[in-house]
């Protein structure tokens, strides 16, 4: 790509504010900045308040351009997209970064169509070689792993799924005061209208936990007891559960909730471990976790050095402590 290539990365603002995902968005647009050693601006659908402004300007977002009307258009990917489109030619983007959100995803073919440019989706890192700028990605799990290379003639436009994503503010970023612009085509923007009338978000009781986001696990340090009431924590706090392979083959679960090896190899945000011991079988497939939490009776089981945080106790005791709190917490019977 041409080194001045610029980048423009579009960040929803659910509710009006900057998420957890579109933190870490701005922060990998702006690694992937200096990376590139590319300008770059952020592009939204709904204006962002004086607050929203300075967290943007903590991830040292230089510009935010602002499509005009672009909050009517949320709910019609199709058209938000051809818009978005046209910025990144008004602007001369050579990369344009999404979220792999249902409205990202929906929006990056959409986008690539119009700039007759290159798409890569779930992209996870991006290397600069000799031969062109790497893309690697990674989609179920570790299922499927494929780098290419893109040469930069043709525009780019590339999602990152939130769990690759990290809000950490980089040190070498500097804090600014990002320019504000609103922006409208020049000739009105119609599409094929597809109105999304509503959305139907993933159950994590059935999700794919190669998809989940946030895993409570059980091990064989779990009796039929716990291993229940484990189940209505998950159920309570909507989360998704898996089980060691000991579980597994005690026959409480289907084979797609074993993790490890022989099992799915999860990304969740959060991961935590319970009455497991840490094996090198199991550990191997939790390992690219976000956040990892263990809770084991055996202080020095082989799990804790592998974990974010690791708490030394019996789940006998903990599990009906956890779940009366998390009851009185939701206002459910005590
Ligand atoms: C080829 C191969 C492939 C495999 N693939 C997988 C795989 O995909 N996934 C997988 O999970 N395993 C797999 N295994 C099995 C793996 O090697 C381990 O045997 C297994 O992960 C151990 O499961 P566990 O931690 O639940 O049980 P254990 O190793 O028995 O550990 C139970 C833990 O619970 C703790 N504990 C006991 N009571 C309590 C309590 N009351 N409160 C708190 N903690 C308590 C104990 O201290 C102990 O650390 C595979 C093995 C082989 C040979």
Redesign the pocket.
């Known amino acids: 790509m041409g080194d001045a290539g610029k980048i423009l990365v579009f960040v929803d603002l659910p509710d009006g504010e900057l998420d957890e995902t579109g933190r870490g968005l701005l922060s990998y647009a702006a690694r992937l900045a200096g990376t590139l050693g590319a300008p770059w601006s952020a592009a939204v659908a709904v204006m962002p308040d004086r607050v929203q402004l300075a967290a943007f300007g903590a991830y040292g977002t230089p510009a935010i351009v602002c499509i005009e009307r672009g909050a009517a258009l949320l709910d019609t990917p199709s058209l938000l997209g051809k818009h978005l489109a046209q910025l990144a030619r008004d602007e001369s983007a050579a990369v344009v970064l999404l979220p792999h959100t249902d409205l990202g995803s929906t929006m990056a073919p959409i986008v690539a169509d119009a700039l007759d440019g290159a798409i890569m989706t779930e992209l996870v890192t991006v290397r600069k070689g000799a031969d062109g700028v790497r893309l690697s990605r990674k989609v179920l799990g570790v299922r499927i792993a494929e780098t290419r290379v893109w040469d930069g003639s043709r525009p780019l436009i590339v999602t990152v799924p939130p769990r690759a994503l990290s809000q950490v503010i980089m040190a070498s970023v500097r804090l600014t005061a990002p320019s504000l612009v609103a922006w409208r085509p020049a000739v009105p923007l119609s599409a094929a209208m597809a109105t999304i009338i509503g959305r139907i978000p993933p159950d994590p009781q059935t999700v794919d936990l190669t998809e989940a986001e946030v895993i409570f696990s059980a ?3 779990c009796d039929p007891a ?1 291993f229940d009431q484990l189940k209505e924590l998950c159920q309570l706090l909507n989360v998704s559960f898996g089980v ?4 597994y083959d005690l026959g409480w679960t289907g084979f797609e909730r ?6 799915r190899t999860v990304t969740p945000r959060l991961y935590v471990a ?6 090198m ?2 550990v191997g ?1 939790i390992k690219d976790s976000r956040r990892i939490i263990a ?4 202080v020095k ?1 082989p ?1 804790f050095p592998n974990v974010d945080e690791g708490f030394v ?4 005791e903990l599990l009906p402590r956890l779940l009366k709190q998390v009851k009185a917490e939701i206002g459910g019977a005590p």
């Not at 060691?244 to 579980?247: A, C, I, K, M, Y």
């Not at 074993?258 to 099992?263: H, K, L, R, S």
């Not at 106790?313 to 006998?316: F, M, Q, R, T």
Request: a positive charge; charged letters at 15%.
């Open positions: 091990g064989k340090g716990t060691t392979r000991p579980v074993m993790v490890g090896q022989t099992g319970l009455g497991i011991s840490g094996s079988h199991h497939g809770v084991n009776s055996d089981a799990i106790g019996d789940l006998k």
